[in-house]
């Protein structure tokens, strides 16, 4: 483990924030690090910026969330990894569909990705979209929303579909609510187009020793968290079920 100096912070939104560490370090796009808070807890985190700029982007939802949102630029974290399967490049025209927090992984593979790329940015409100500027240069960017306050009204995977009848893709990326993602694999198995998605499975050690991320046979930190829809249509629990921080199985 690492310990890292937070060099700056961008807060997005109320919920939101974007935290750039003193590291450099090499990784895979999709791949993810344990974030150490002292005191608290250590959770996984993707990396939304690979390279000369490490960063993370948080979405704060409970403990340990909240306790790095309350950090400041000069305080420190523990870092160890990146760890776990990262996503693969494939073909020369992708389409990207993103619930919320999930733009965080896909961001560093839509800057890599050399060919004709589409983005589908989705949240529950226009304050939730993240990085829309840097999208917009890098991509043709498509925007929905919940409650209809930009772009189109609805959830993420329905754009996708209706982008879906309209366009060819060679490849599909998806990160965000498990549910999106088994629409977005459902639409990916009816037009016989390769997809990958990054799951997110509650992580104790992340190197597959704990069995917290077991899912159907697979270790979400180890085989994952990036899957392709090849593996994904085997897995019964994608979409149905996860695990809770007691390893007691729950419907999501
Ligand atoms: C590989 C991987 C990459 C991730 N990348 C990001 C990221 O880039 N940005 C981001 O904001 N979050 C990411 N997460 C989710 C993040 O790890 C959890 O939100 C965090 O651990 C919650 O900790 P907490 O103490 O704040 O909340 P808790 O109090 O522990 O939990 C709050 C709620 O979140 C649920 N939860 C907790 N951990 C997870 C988990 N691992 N997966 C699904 N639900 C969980 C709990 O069941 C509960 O409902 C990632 C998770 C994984 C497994």
Sequence with gaps: MQICEIKKIIEHNSIHKTFFFDLEMKATAGQFVMIWIPGIDEIPMSLSYIGKETAITVEKVGEATEALHQMKEGDKVGIRGPYGKGFEIVGSKALFVAGGTGIAPLLPLIKKYEGEKHVVLGARTKELLLFIDELEEISSLHISTDDGSLGFKGFASDLAGEIMEKEEFDIVYTCGPEIMMKKVLDLCLEK?????????????????????????????????????????????????????????????
């Design 192 to 252: 016989s187009v390769q997809m990958q998605a990054s799951l997110e499975r509650y992580m104790k050690c992340g190197v597959g020793i704990c069995d917290s991320c077991a899912i159907d046979g697979y270790h979400v930190c180890k085989d994952g968290p990036v899957f392709d829809s090849n593996i994904l249509a085997k897995i019964k629990d994608f979409g149905k079920w996860k695990r809770n921080e007691a390893g007691r199985k729950v419907e999501i």
